[in-house]
């Protein structure tokens, strides 16, 4: 089961947030983020807000988690 790699708090998607993200995703590809915020709207919001900014799709929201997901990065040259 894949739990959250970040969890985000009452200061929602700051650059640390984001930051944070960005290397989960380019470590794992697919991860969960768990969004402290109780009001639903908002939640919704930051997860949008979060995934536009790492540039990963949202794949899927249940209650107060967002699973993320962005390819990783060609490394051959």
Do not use: C, N, W, Y
Request: hydrophobic share 45%.
């Amino acid at each position: 089961m894949l739990e959250p790699v970040v969890q985000v708090g009452q200061h929602g998607a700051t650059d640390a947030v984001v930051a944070e993200v960005d290397r989960a995703l380019t470590a794992h590809e697919l991860i969960k983020v768990k969004i402290a915020d109780p009001d639903r709207d908002t939640r919704e919001a930051t997860g949008d807000t979060i995934a536009e900014r790492a540039d990963a799709a949202v794949v899927q929201r249940v209650g107060r988690i967002v699973v993320l997901f962005r390819p990783r990065p060609d490394t051959e040259s």
